[in-house]
């Protein structure tokens, strides 16, 4: 059924036969290979598909390829002339507004529209007129900057130097330090960044899966023969066809089959894979195959299912579905509480949220003819990934390589080995040939591993000056059907309440329950905002019983540099206390709290997180990462391979100005190959963000090692002692006198022709024995941890419940910030997903266990229109762990945000929403309610 | 999920749609095809897609002396962009421009809009305050009915299989009409309405000549509120004021004629309360356009 299609796109014309079914997204990237449209969603929410039909903005994957026939089409392909990038590109490269770069095409070209229709936008038009594209990574603050910047490019003005003052710590660097633009923004912001979904292979196959539509069920038998006789199918396996072996993220808990062996346990769970020529063939095998179910009784509140005779997702194990127990006491609860003047107790309720990257997960497996397997994938832990498929597949390493492409966002929704990269690995070698599985939009939420839900019973004491006298939580953790990271999540929503304030007594009780649901798993911040959210919301209700004000209280109990927590953790550089101090002054806090008219209101929170965790998932003795640096022999440009992942928080970009710095070379002189693990050293990735200090420690010392090299040499060519000689700015110079100096690439040529390769490798392990003895205290342990406060002010219509976040000032102590640029836009993006964690989103499920919103249009999240206005700081901070001082920013940002806004929302409209999502229905009916008893 | 395939044609002219539906089955009419596309991917089937597209009678926008008509294909930014609506229907560009994101808009139909009849359809309450008929046609002929009388449940309409929507009709308003548009969603754009009110008002000597108050979201369609347009119907514009008697009555009555359903964007009762919030600026905001 394939019709002619005569198209003319980026002004060239096409004639092509297509079916049917496919649309201009389709055509685009399968027929055209242009592969800078992106498919987010495939029906019209996100916005990452959006290209120009005669000059109008579209999404393409809602327009017919048929009906594109004679139209005029533009795409991200034909923006750029040439290498000379488009005013609107060069400014989002230059002002931070790619991180991933999965929704960047169609942002550019909606923009290119928009400013077609209407050259001198305001914020305002800004806001709403990007509403249709879906950012996850940015918060769309510097997408407006870049913006109004491209306004002013396209009326000619020049590039405006933006007037930035350095930390104390980085006034003496000469690249970290810097607002650098990252280095793949180019790429992104023209379409040619590669994603997984945008690679083919001669002979490809494509694979699906079958997902079991029951939450509960027996499987009494499969039937594939139909399946299996369709034209075009390759393969199919069930649960009969792969090794009897478990898998998941924590070894303790490794409890999910491959394909289902027995029985399913959630709408959802993998039965079966098919590898056939074309994903319409796939489709339509999966309805051949016949199943037949006896249905279980299912259970989807932890607190049934812990009960007595409720159903039981595994009858060997998790007793009472009980996955995880943490029980842990600090000090002596009860002295403490006997301390305290003011004791209060109260319950908080989180929600199921979804990391929603814009890029959906993408897998491509390959063997060669020597039993070696190749993996490109759209992961953030290419390590894991590798190790677990070498146990599943019990091969060694070295016959395995995975190859991390541009990852379009992960929050830890790719933190893990995921059912594609394991399928398809199966398939191919069944086939033969290369196989590609990725996930629709459905499938996505489907899988799961998402936010856990929290129950929290938090109890905190607190002398009358408001000192925090004890503290105790219990918390139920939501888990869905397996473990996925829940051991871990289950010790952090514990551990990490004692980083951020100081209290001498704390008891934890946390219990993480399976439920026939999607498992739940690590989502930025880890375990953590829920239990941040209900601290931050609790200690201002004290500070409002004892009449304190929610700043003074935090500063009260602020922590400090150099201390040793209730459980064993060992804080070093902490600059709380300045973060609070300086949103407190720019916010105008003291003339807007409690002062501001009914119906506004303002609020504080603070947070932190690690900077890395101080142990693996699983225990080696690796170092966690790895840097190796290669000289050209010529020394005219250096290429730092690591092995950590840059999933579009920037990191290749921050890594590489650290082994700049170390090299004594400028930043235009290295580039960067990451996450490939036959070409990069482990890496443990990008989680627990511990990319910066622990990848950027390795790539210094790698650098370091080179320069000590060259230094040797620069010695002998100088006739000087090497301890006079100093290293910068592609010079090797007398410290004394600048002004004698030779070249960098002469010394490294020298070097070269002498002694061959001229190579730097480096290495980093955080220090050992972190952290205390009993069990489960490696949970919370990290080389260094991050401080931040946000004050967030907010409009409450009190007639209609619903928020709007006018501002956040937040600051944060990230240590020395390596690149100031990224910092704002990860502090930018967890700020407005933090918002709309808050207050939009919710994954909800039928009685049967069937997710309602699996999709952006009934999952919410922030739009741009939606986004408030943003000010950040960092404060002045050095962590004597980091490389030259700098600590984590991606995942403590959004910690305070959830309490801040949860404190504005009461000091607004009087009322206090303890669970999540603050939604306008649970806000009205408060006010409704104290209206009443009034 | 995949797009399946199905027979896609592409008439020029309305006879050549009329022939197609009268010798085909298993048809969808396409215009924007923003919804249609959508659930095709999720699942509906169509042996045969009919693209209205290259049909340019059914892509205009022309009036009269009585009456504006729009057709099936106009998509929501061609209404942003008409002088024509401009001019007569104004609250319907403030209306369209609540309706998706921009490029939603610049594909998406009002007819598709109406035809799809979806309960949460942005465009019909309001067209329906303006008292819109439309205009139905088939290789046996053509009538005419109220749009009201179109849209009879959610996802149904009174259109038959061999039959396709030709035209909205719109009665140009008298200069003493005013109207307004409130819509609820959860997040500030491109979301889905909990709750709509379109309220069209006939105003003589200071007093409410006639009403249409219309709900969207509450009820299986969007629907007339006839118990609070018979409380407004004669009312003095002085008793029509913020937190007046009369026009909480209104908001009242308004809320008790919807039918609402708990559903993942708000509960029965809380979408009776934002009801009753967004009728009273409705009314407030078309009475205070009307005064300037």
Known sequence: MKQIVNINVNGLDYEVAIRTGATLLDLLRDELKLTGTKRGCDHGDCGACTVLMNGKAVNSCLVLALEADGQKIETIEGVAKGEELHAIQQAFVEKGAIQCGFCTPGMIMRVKSLLNDNPEPTLDDLKTGLSGNLCRCTGYVKIFEAVETAVDYLKGKPRKEIEYQPQKSAIDL??????????????????????????????????????????????????????????????????????????????????????????????????????????????????????????????????????????????????????????????????????????????????????????????????????????????????????????????????????????????????????????????????????????????????????????????????????????????????????????????????????????????????????????????????????????????????????????????????????????????????????????????????????LPYGRGIGIGCGGFVSGAGYPIYRSQFPHS???????????????????????????????????????????????????????????????????????NASKMAGEQVRDKLLVK????????????????????????????????????????????????????????????????????????????????????????????????????????????????????????????????????????????????????????????????????????????????????????????????????????????????????????????? | MLLPNFNYHKPKTLTEVYNLLDTHNNVGLMAGGTDLLVEMKMGRKLENVVSLNMVSELNEISEDTDFVFIGPTVTFRQIQDSPIIQKYIPHLIDTVSKIGSPQIRNTGTVGGNVCTCASCSDSAPTLIAYNSEVEISSSTGIRRINLTDLQLFHRKTSISKREVLSKIIIPKPKPNFTANFQKFGLRESASISVGSVAVGLWIENSQIADANIVVGACAPTPIKCNSAMQLIINAKLSDLQKDSILLNEIAEATASDTNPIDDIRGSADYRKDIIKTITKRAILNSINDFNQ
């Open chain 1, 174 to 595: 000469s690249v970290v330090g810097k607002r650098l633009p990252k280095l793949d923004a180019p790429d992104k912001a023209t379409g040619r960044a590669i994603y997984t979904d945008d690679i083919s292979f001669p002979n490809m196959l494509f694979g699906k899966t079958l997902l079991s539509p029951h939450a509960h069920a027996k499987i009494l038998s499969i039937n594939t023969e139909k399946a299996k006789a369709l034209p075009g199918v390759k393969h199919i396996i069930t649960g009969a066809d792969v090794p009897d072996i478990t898998y998941g993220t924590s070894p303790a808990r490794y409890d999910e089959n491959i394909l289902a062996k027995d029985k399913v346990r959630y709408v959802g769970d993998v039965i079966a894979a098919v590898a056939a020529v074309d994903e319409e063939t796939c489709y339509k095998a999966l309805k051949l195959i016949e199943i037949e179910y006896e249905i279980l009784p299912a259970v989807f509140d932890p607190f049934e299912a812990m009960a007595e005779g409720a159903p039981r997702l595994f009858e060997d194990k998790y007793p009472n579905n009980i996955n995880t127990h943490v029980d842990h006491h600090f000090g002596d609860i009860d002295k403490g509480f006997a301390e305290a003047d003011h004791i209060r107790e109260e319950r908080f309720v989180g929600n199921r949220t979804y990391q929603s990257p814009l890029e959906p997960h993408c897998a491509i497996a390959e063997w060669d003819r020597h039993g070696r397997v190749t993996l490109h994938t759209s992961t953030q832990v290419v390590h894991y990934v590798h190790h677990q498929l070498s146990r599943i597949l019990d091969i060694p390493l070295g016959d395995i390589r995975v190859i991390m492409t541009n990852v379009g966002g992960g929050f830890g929704a790719k933190a893990a080995t995921n059912i594609l990269e394991v399928l398809s690995i199966f398939l191919a070698k069944k086939t033969g040939q290369a196989v590609k599985m990725r996930f629709s939009r459905e499938e996505m939420y489907l899988y799961g591993r998402g936010r856990h839900k929290q129950f929290i019973d938090l109890k905190i004491g607190v002398k009358k000056d408001g000192e925090i006298t004890a503290v105790k939580q219990k918390v139920v953790l939501e888990g869905g059907a397996y473990s996925s990271f829940g051991v871990v999540t289950t010790y952090y929503a514990g551990s990490m309440l004692a980083t951020l304030y100081k209290f001498p007594n704390y008891k934890y009780d946390g219990y993480r329950v399976n439920t026939n649901l999607p498992p739940s798993g690590a989502f930025r911040g880890h375990g953590v905002p829920h239990p941040r959210f209900a601290f931050e919301s609790l200690l201002d209700m004290i500070a409002k019983d004892l009449n304190l004000d929610p700043v003074e209280i935090r500063l009260k109990n602020a922590m400090e540099p150099n201390y040793h927590t209730c459980n064993d953790l060992d804080i070093n550089s902490c600059e709380l206390t300045s973060c609070i101090e300086s949103v407190r002054e720019k916010s105008g806090w003291k003339d807007k709290k409690g002062k």
């Open chain 1, 626 to 696: 790895n840097a190796i640096i290669k000289v050209q022999e010529d020394g005219s440009k250096v290429v730092l391979f690591i092995g950590d992942a840059d999933i579009g928080q920037g990191s290749d970009t921050v890594l590489a100005q650290a082994a700049a710095e170390a090299l004594g070379i400028s930043f235009d002189r290295i580039s960067v190959v990451s996450a490939d693990s036959d070409l990069t050293p482990i890496g443990f990735g990008a989680y627990s963000s511990r990319v910066t200090l622990m990848g950027g």
């Open chain 1, 714 to 934: 620069a010695s002998q060519m100088m006739g000087i002692e090497k301890e006079k000689i100093s290293v910068k700015n592609n010079r090797f110079f007398i410290t004394t006198n600048p002004e004698t100096f030779i070249s960098w690439e002469q010394v490294a040529t020298e070097y070269f022709s002498e002694s061959g390769p001229l190579i730097g490798a480096g290495h980093y392990s955080p220090p050992k024995g972190l952290g205390g003895t009993y069990k489960g205290a490696a949970v919370g342990t990290s080389p260094a941890y991050s401080f931040s406060a946000s004050v967030c002010e907010v409009e409450v219509d009190f007639e209609t419940g619903k928020v709007k976040v006018l501002n956040f000032w937040d600051a944060h102590d990230c240590g020395t910030a390596i690149n100031p640029l990224n910092v704002e836009g990860q502090v930018d993006g967890a700020a407005v997903m933090g918002m709309s964690e808050t207050l939009f989103e919710n994954e909800v499920f039928d009685k049967s266990g069937r997710m309602l919103n699996p999709d952006l249009h009934n999952y919410l999240i922030a739009t741009s229109a939606d986004t408030p206005e943003i000010n950040s700081t960092i404060v002045d901070s050095f962590e004597p762990a980091g490389p030259y001082g700098a600590k984590e920013v991606g995942e403590g940002a959004s910690l305070p945000i959830l309490g801040a806004i949860a404190n504005a929302i009461e000091d607004a409209v009087g009322v206090r929403i303890k669970e999540l999502p603050i939604t306008p229905e649970k806000i009205l009916k408060a006010i409704k309610e104290k209206n009443h008893n009034y």
